[in-house]
Nanobody
Framework: QVQLVESGGGLMQPGGSLRLSCAAS????????MNWYRQAPGKERELVAS????????DYADSMKGRFTISRDNAKNTVYLQMNSLKPEDTAVYYC?????????WGQGTQVTVSS
């Protein structure tokens, strides 16, 4: 079965950096687009970044452009989210996502807290 397992979250001071990882299994990872979403307290889940199957094209939400970088290693079935210049408003649970077949799959999420 499809599994997505995020890791790498934590507490970081403003201006700091974190790298999130999402280990995927149960499907042919290298043939699917992968996405990162986030959900802050009291807010709707929003798309953070997306990467095509081969990694040749990426998209970002406007507020993340220039600060976040999505990448993938198809040999390791892993997608990453490098987050730099973190701001308090980046505090959220970050989720890995993939649409596989006819279903939308989500990881359990990893908490990122940006605070001094």
């Amino acid at each position: 079965q499809v599994q997505l397992v995020e890791s790498g979250g934590g507490l970081m001071q403003p201006g700091g950096s974190l790298r999130l990882s999402c280990a995927a299994s149960g499907f042919t990872f290298s043939t699917y687009r992968m996405n990162w979403y986030r959900q802050a307290p009291g807010k709707e889940r929003e798309l953070v970044a997306s990467i095509t199957a081969a990694g040749g094209s990426t998209d970002y939400a406007d507020s993340m452009k220039g600060r976040f970088t999505i990448s993938r290693d198809n040999a390791k079935n892993t997608v990453y989210l490098q987050m730099n210049s973190l701001k308090p408003e980046d505090t959220a649970v970050y989720y890995c996502n993939a649409w596989v077949g006819t279903r939308d799959y989500w990881g359990q999420g990893t908490q990122v807290t940006v605070s001094s």
